[in-house]
């Protein structure tokens, strides 16, 4: 199952940016995560919810600034970004956990899809 991640590019420090991610209609898991990765540092969790839909939660580096939602007709997840920072800047991943629990949700390891990337940067 391959994802596919839009939306990244260069935006000044308190703008607003939307990331795509479309997974193939037959898709099914449990979560749908958002995690991002700066140079020379490892993957982090961004921001997640349910599959179905539901609860949300949010690394609190990003929390009250960033929405995840998800539209099931178009089978896509967005992640809004309000208010970016420079360390904001990132490759952003999307990513579906078939079996993911939720005391693991943060943790890159329990999903088994991913999308390719879109590079988000903030400059100051």
């Known amino acids: 199952v391959q994802l596919q991640a839009s939306g990244g590019g260069l935006v000044q420090a308190g703008g607003s940016l939307r990331l795509s991610c479309v997974a193939p209609?037959?898709?099914?898991?449990?979560?749908v995560a958002w995690f991002r990765q700066a140079p020379g540092k490892e993957r982090e969790f961004v921001a997640g919810m349910r599959w179905s839909g539901g609860h949300t939660y949010y690394a609190d580096s990003v929390k009250g600034r960033f929405t995840i939602s998800r539209d099931n007709a178009k089978n896509t997840v967005y992640l809004q970004m309000n208010s970016v920072k420079p360390e904001d800047t990132a490759d952003y991943y999307c990513?579906?956990?078939?079996?993911?629990?939720?005391?693991?949700?943060?943790?890159?390891?329990?999903?088994?899809?991913w999308g390719q990337g879109t590079e988000v940067t903030v400059s100051s």
């Open positions: 990513a579906v956990g078939q079996r993911t629990i939720t005391s693991a949700l943060r943790n890159p390891t329990a999903y088994d899809y």
């Open positions: 209609g037959r898709t099914f898991g449990r979560y």
